[in-house]
């Protein structure tokens, strides 16, 4: 049973340019959170999607970055006109039921470093 | 009062020894709590839940506080494998989102 995918492992990007992170969440699994870690910080929450839903983007910025899950295929993180302050490992995480508390175990993928150049 | 509040370490203790790491948090709606392990900002992994009676897992104790609201974390008789930042995670109290404290970092030496 593989675990959760993301690709690509690594992303360079100029400023301005768009960004496109994919997550694929185990198997069984269709419900996905997005997370992001800044440079000497902790993980933050960005959003939770299920299946063609956006359940959670309390944690989106406002501007720039959206998400989806379409009924086929990954899970997409976009961030358009990337600026430096994008740069970051970006998890993605999934979980077999419907994230109500108590909340059932999330599974991270091993993350798309991006980098802005 | 901070949403986690977590000791950033680093712990530096030689191997063998016994180590304890703390973890507050304000969000009394919180029902599910974790410690996750994060090795050199790779992707973290489920180290252990926290139930409130305290749970056990080989070296590894787990208690939870909700009248003080922090969970702990002891690690008896460590390795150099156990060096690695260790997170403190608990749910937002209504969507699956998970809060994470910054982690605190253990550095174990022979």
């Known amino acids: 049973n593989a675990g959760v995918m993301q690709n690509p492992r690594h992303l360079v990007r100029r400023r301005g340019q768009e960004a496109r992170l994919r997550c694929s969440p185990m198997?069984?699994?269709?419900?996905v959170y997005w997370y992001r870690q800044l440079p000497e910080e902790g993980l933050k929450f960005m959003v939770y999607?299920?299946?063609?839903?956006?359940?959670?983007e309390s944690g989106m910025p406002k501007e720039r970055f959206s998400a989806e899950f379409p009924k086929e295929g990954p899970s997409i993180l976009r961030i358009q006109q990337v600026v430096r302050g994008d740069s970051a490992a970006y998890f993605c995480?999934?979980?077999?039921?419907?994230?109500?508390?108590?909340?059932?175990?999330?599974?991270f993928g091993p993350g798309t470093r991006l980098t802005v150049l | 009062r901070k949403e986690v509040e977590q000791d950033p370490g680093p712990f530096n203790v030689p191997e063998g020894a016994t180590v304890a790491f703390n973890c507050t948090y304000s969000?009394?709606?919180?029902?599910?709590f974790f410690w996750y392990r994060q090795d050199c900002r790779k992707e973290p992994k489920l180290l252990m839940s926290v139930y409130s009676s305290g749970n056990e897992d080989g070296r590894f104790t787990a208690q939870l506080n909700r009248a003080s609201q922090y969970i702990s974390l002891l690690i008896r008789d460590s390795k150099l494998s156990d060096s690695a930042t260790y997170l403190c995670v608990f749910d937002s109290g209504n969507t699956g989102k998970l809060i994470f404290g910054q982690g605190t970092t253990l550095q174990v030496k022979p």
């Open positions: 995480a999934s979980s077999p039921s419907p994230g109500q508390a108590p909340t059932d175990t999330q599974y």
């Open positions: 198997k069984g699994h269709s419900h």
């Open positions: 969000n009394s709606a919180s029902q599910s």
């Open positions: 999607l299920q299946k063609e839903n956006i359940i959670d």
